[in-house]
């Protein structure tokens, strides 16, 4: 990965403090809904699920709905103003596409923002009245946060990583790898796990009625 022209700031500012603490505020309003909502007998998975399902709503619907917000119809994060442009701005330093508005990440944020966060709080839905119906629609979610992370780095890499700046550490290690990573491992786990329990209800379908036939 090439960088870009490093930037002479602080590694840790103001704002990489709000922004860490935004996110923490919506980790806790995820973990107590879980508690809230959920049985106290739902299973660990069910319970991590629905934690992250919710975490990951919020980052969807306040985070990137502010990006849209500060980078549609002609505004872009570098030129506006407010504790959201601030944030977005910081993060540029890390990936400057997000601060000119890259019309490519803006149609996947808008995709995110409309499409993946309704389907989040779908599941939620599905996990709280335990309908196993959410498996499909997890699949569906996780393959769509895969494409979504693989469309916004793949044609960066590709180029050359023009517009990524890998000289502040923070930037780099918290910004771009961890707030980046996470949106990949979790859900190839749920996949895989929703994967096994569809195909193990329909081999027992199958099974049962092949039992029937003979």
Known sequence: MSGAVAESVPIFTATSAYSLAFVLVVGVVAWTASNT????????????????????AGIHFVFEGSFLWVSTFGRQANTGTGVFAEMWKEYARADARWGFADPTVVSLEILTVLGA????????????????????????????????????????????????????AFHFWVYLVLMNMIWVFIPLWLMVDSYRHLAQSLRAVQKAERFKKN
């Open 117 to 168: 966060g309704p389907i989040c709080c779908y599941i939620l839905k599905q996990l709280v009245q335990d309908d196993p119906a959410r498996h499909f629609w997890i699949i569906v979610l996780s393959t769509a946060e895969l494409y979504g992370g693989w469309m916004t780095f793949c044609p960066e890499w590709l180029t050359g990583s023009q517009y990524l700046n890998t000289s502040n």
């Open 37 to 56: 909502l959920l049985p106290r007998t739902a299973g660990w998975k069910d319970r991590f699920t629905f934690i992250w399902l919710a975490f990951d």
